[in-house]
C-alpha cells in the first residue's frame, strides 16, 4: 500500500502524559499536513511542512505541540502534558506541489485523553 | 480563515442524482475551491476542484456560481458507496496550501 499511513491508530493515554504520533506520507511527496478533527467537526488546520522545513503552524498549535519532519520524508506530532481538550482525531495529509494541491490523507491517530 | 457554509444533512435514493450546495462567501479572487469528502473510520478523500468554470472528473461535477459565491459538487448517480460527510473547502488565498473545512454535509443514500 502506497498510502499515507499514520501510527497508532488509537491511543489512550492519561492526563499528564506526553504521546508522539508518526505519519509516513506518500514517497515522492514533498509537502505534509497535520489536521485536527473533534466529533462532529471538518478538520483544523495545525502545521505544515514542505520538505524538512516546517512553514506554518496554527493559533491551534499550542506550545505543548511539536512537529518534526527531520528528513523530509516521515513526520511526528508529539503533545506534551496531554489534557482532556486534546482528544480528537488527527489527520496527516501530504500532497506534491504543483499537482493540483490535491491532498491525501491518512486514516488517522485518535486521541483519548483520560 | 475562509468560511464556508453547507447544509448539515442530505437525503438521496440509489441512482438518483445529488447536488450537494457550499456557500463561499468570503473566497478571494485566487482562492480554489475543493470538495472533499470522508467515509466513518477514514480520512478525508479529494473529490474534486476548480477555479471558475465548472468541473468533471470520474466522481464527480463542480458547478461554480460566476460571483463565485456558492458552489455545487454533483454527483450524477449516487450509489451507497457515496455516503459520507462531504467538505467544500477553500485553499487559502496565496498561500495554495491550507484546506480550511466547514462542518461539512452529511449524505444519507438510501436502497
Known amino acids: 500500500d502506497t498510502g499515507v499511513s499514520q501510527n497508532p491508530r488509537h491511543k489512550i493515554t492519561k492526563r499528564g502524559q506526553n504521546v508522539t504520533f508518526r505519519c509516513d506520507p506518500i514517497?515522492?511527496?514533498?509537502?505534509l499536513y497535520w489536521y485536527r478533527q473533534t466529533l462532529g467537526q471538518g478538520p483544523e488546520f495545525l502545521t505544515y511542512?514542505?520538505?524538512?522545513?516546517?512553514?506554518?503552524k496554527s493559533r491551534l498549535l499550542s506550545d505543548r505541540f511539536s512537529a518534526e519532519r527531520p528528513k523530509g520524508s516521515f513526520s511526528t506530532l508529539e503533545i506534551q502534558r496531554t489534557e482532556q481538550g486534546d482528544s480528537a482525531m488527527y489527520l496527516c495529509?501530504?500532497?506534491?506541489?504543483?499537482?493540483?494541491?490535491?491532498?491525501?490523507f491518512g486514516p488517522g491517530t485518535r486521541l483519548t485523553v483520560l | 480563515d475562509a468560511k464556508t457554509t453547507q447544509p448539515n444533512s442530505m437525503e438521496s435514493n440509489e441512482e438518483e442524482p445529488v447536488h450537494l450546495p457550499c456557500n463561499h462567501s468570503t473566497i478571494s479572487g485566487t482562492d480554489y475551491i475543493h470538495w472533499y469528502r470522508q467515509l466513518p473510520s477514514q480520512g478525508p478523500e479529494y473529490v474534486i476542484h476548480g477555479l471558475t468554470s465548472n468541473v468533471n472528473n470520474r466522481m464527480a461535477s463542480l458547478a461554480i456560481a460566476e460571483d463565485r459565491k456558492s458552489s455545487t459538487l454533483i454527483l450524477h448517480r449516487a450509489t451507497l458507496r457515496d455516503a459520507a460527510v462531504y467538505y467544500c473547502s477553500e485553499i487559502s488565498g496565496g498561500s495554495n496550501y491550507k484546506l480550511t473545512f466547514g462542518k461539512g454535509t452529511l449524505l444519507t443514500v438510501n436502497p
Open positions: 511542512f514542505q520538505n524538512e522545513a516546517q512553514l506554518e
Open positions: 514517497s515522492e511527496h514533498n509537502r
Open positions: 495529509a501530504s500532497s506534491f506541489v504543483g499537482r493540483n494541491n490535491e491532498q491525501f
